[in-house]
């Protein structure tokens, strides 16, 4: 796979409490998986759903 196809295959986030996510595309644009909420204050939570294991790299 070329380097400009493989970067369209993820979603990277940068949020503004400087965590950063990098999410497969067929994940962020599953709503079973990941969810994107508006707070009543303007903020966003992101909820990230049915995770079986957590591993640090």
Known sequence: VSRQL???ENQK???SNGI????????????????FIQNENGTYSILIKNIEDIQSK
């Open 13 to 15: 986030l940068s949020l």
């Open 20 to 35: 950063e996510l990098i999410v497969p595309n067929n994940v962020y644009q599953d709503a079973e998986s990941v969810e």
């Open 6 to 8: 493989k970067k369209f």
